[in-house]
């Protein structure tokens, strides 16, 4: 498998500031980990490090993987920054357990990384990989931007766009696979340069979850819209998809 981050993560966090981009995302796993008794999480893609840090702020027990090692780099340094130390380590997520032994109360795979998994043979592999990661009655936390609503906008968005730094996505897609071309144009004095990154999605959206997580022994299965915990509707700008993995007793 190819590392599409190997150049793009040393400015994947060019998207503005941390607190500002996961102020209600806090809110909601606060919320969702105190109901459900959580205190260890997998955050089994975790890019450079936004949400273990988070998380590890808010007093849980957190440990990441990541298959990118440039990712992974970049959140050591994150860490590092804040003073932190955490367990990382390179993992495919369709593997868990190639890497991990221990078992944890919520796994967490966040912003449209599972759907760089292209077939139900591969998304099945990986959700079943994480659920062997939980303890029974753990979570698994799926979010994306991706939704009708979102698919339905115009094709080329400005994400970013700063003296300095713009980033622009441009956007195409068939019924299967959303392809965004991501384009960082850096115009200082100090930097001067245009990088493109492509990357692939598979769309999956909600039936998709209930069926492919059901196939993966979960069940529980939640939808929300946002990270207030809205009903997901066709108008809905996040899909977040909550499962449990039921424990013994209760099967
Ligand atoms: C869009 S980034 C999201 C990163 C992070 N979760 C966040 O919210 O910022 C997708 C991440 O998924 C990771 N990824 C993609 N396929 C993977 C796989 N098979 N196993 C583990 N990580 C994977 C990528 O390396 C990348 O770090």
Redesign the pocket.
Known sequence: ?K???EKFAYDYDRFGSIDEYLGDEKSFFEKLFHEHNVHGVL??????G??LLMLSDAGFEVEG????EA?LRVAEKNLRSRGKTLPLCR????YLERRHTKKFDAVIC????LP??HTDEDLIC?LTSMRKRLNGGGLLVLTQGTTPYTLSLPSIETVVNRNDFSRVFVKEHDERFQTIHVLDLFHSPERNESNQYDIVYRILLDDDYRRLLTEAGFSDIRIYGDYAMSEYTKDSRRLIAVARYAKESEV
């Open positions: 498998m590392d599409l981050y955050d089994c893609a975790c890019g450079t936004q949400h993987s990541d298959y990118s990712m993992c495919d997520f369709r966040l912003t449209t990384a760089h998994l990986a």
